[in-house]
């Protein structure tokens, strides 16, 4: 078994328990309040990217990791603030899957309330509505984690509910076929992940791959790519990407630094004329 698949596989675990003590007409009755109930304002992150892209601008989306597993929620937040206040991200993205974080949502809720101007983000493995829910009742303004490969023929299903509670959910796609199929069933948001499924190490051929990717997105899709060093950051921004997801890899190459890896960023997603 795949390290994905016994991933998935602990997911299903996970959420059969959850709906198990729940029952299923507790289930069915909070999915009917989400969809009743949805967020306002919605879509944040899409409508800060339509904002920002006509001028030029990329949107930074730093991912608040837990430097240590002993790492608390309030210390997530002070470290939120600073992503926002020094480095220039205009949204973030925190991991709730239990194997990132003992405090799953209460991580996402305490950052969110830290920096309450600033859409928020959770980033999980998203197999099922009941997390959709769980996210948006967390305050959070979007996920990330409906992953087409995962998903298959469910990823509609995850993408139109999500968009119902006015949620940004990208779907991550790996290929021209899955933007193809995705745009038939209405997705506008996708995700690259330029290090699924890349042991291949010839320098900048991460880039071509989200290069290739991002030239085969629909007229009017918006994307969201992320980046592990500045060089990646760079290249996704000259192949057209609108948003860029700064990921714990390159967060740490700048230590506590986090001024100077803003301006760092600043500089590199800067396109010349
Ligand atoms: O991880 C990304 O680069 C990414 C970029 C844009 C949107 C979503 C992204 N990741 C969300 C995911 O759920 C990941 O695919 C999944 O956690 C695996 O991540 P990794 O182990 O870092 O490849």
């Known amino acids: 078994m795949s390290a994905l698949e016994a991933t998935i596989r602990r997911k299903q675990r996970e959420l059969e328990a959850s709906i198990r003590d729940m029952g299923m007409e507790a289930l069915d009755e909070r999915l009917q309040s989400a969809t009743a109930m949805p967020l306002r304002p919605a879509y944040r992150l899409s409508t800060l990217i339509a904002e920002n892209v006509p001028m030029g601008r990329a949107v930074l989306v730093y991912e608040v990791a837990r430097p240590t597993p002993e790492t608390t929620s309030a210390e997530l937040a002070e470290l939120a603030k600073a992503y926002v206040q020094l480095g220039g991200a205009s949204a973030l993205v925190v991991r709730t899957d239990s194997a990132d974080t003992p405090s799953g949502l209460r991580d996402l809720f305490t950052v969110q309330q830290a920096v309450p101007k600033v859409p928020v983000l959770a980033r999980d493995w998203l197999i099922h509505p009941l997390q959709v829910c769980e996210i948006k009742e967390s305050g959070a303004a979007g996920a990330l984690g409906i992953i087409n490969q995962v998903t298959g023929r469910g990823t509609g299903v995850m993408s139109s509910f999500s968009a119902a509670l006015g949620l ?106």
Do not use: C, M
């Open 168 to 273: 940004d959910s990208p779907v991550e796609v790996v290929n021209a076929k899955e933007v193809e199929e995705l745009s038939k069933q209405g997705v506008v948001f996708y995700a690259i992940n330029v290090s699924v499924g890349l042991s291949v190490a010839i320098p900048g051929f991460a880039n071509k791959i989200a290069h290739g990717l991002l030239g085969t997105l629909p007229f009017g899709a918006i994307s969201l790519v992320g980046v592990r060093s500045l060089e990646e950051a760079s290249a996704a921004r000259q192949s057209g990407a609108d948003a860029l997801l700064v990921k714990a890899e390159l967060l740490a190459s700048y230590g506590k630094d986090v001024r100077a890896l803003g301006n760092a960023l600043e500089y590199a997603v800067t396109l010349d004329d």
